[in-house]
């Protein structure tokens, strides 16, 4: 009886490192295929937004690293030390973590964060004073994206 138990957990053992990784090829689509617009580089995404607070565009970027794979939670390179924080609007989108360092075109809608410490005060407080609100902006998490679709391009 141990000798089977011992052969069946070898030959589960086996099974179990016998299982590859699979590469992600370029063109795999997670989501809608992005389309009829024209990818902008995430560098440059700030500057083509403007004054504007939300924009409808497609990007191609590096995706620096994949937070969370249910729902597609990802973070983007938006170059000078920025990043882009992005997610899926379908949350049943499961995105791979080989994602990491691979170039892609996304396409949604693009959104400045929005925070209160860009001169203004909570009301009843005073400009300037102790009630003065003390809220540090990281200016790295400035835009967030909601994503409809994702295609590998490199």
Not at 38 to 54: D, H, N, S
Request: charged share 20%; net charge positive; proline share 4%.
């Amino acid at each position: 009886m141990k000798k089977l138990v011992l052969i069946l957990f070898i030959f589960c053992g086996l099974n179990g490192f016998a299982q590859k990784k699979v590469a992600l090829p370029h063109g795999m689509v997670f989501g809608n295929k992005p389309k009829g617009i024209a990818p902008v580089p995430a560098t440059r995404i700030e500057t083509l937004m403007g004054k504007k607070i939300r924009q409808t565009t497609a990007l191609s970027g590096t995706i620096i690293r994949v937070t969370q794979e249910k729902g597609g939670w990802f973070e983007m390179d938006a170059g000078g030390g920025k990043i882009i924080a992005a997610h899926f609007k379908n949350y049943n989108i499961k995105l791979p973590v080989q994602l990491k360092g691979r170039g892609v075109i996304i396409q949604g809608v693009a959104q400045r964060v929005l925070t209160a410490d860009d001169l203004q005060h909570f009301a009843g407080d005073t400009v300037t004073g102790s009630k003065q609100h003390k809220e540090k902006v990281n200016p790295k998490a400035r835009l967030t994206f909601e994503v409809w679709g994702l295609v590998v391009d490199r």
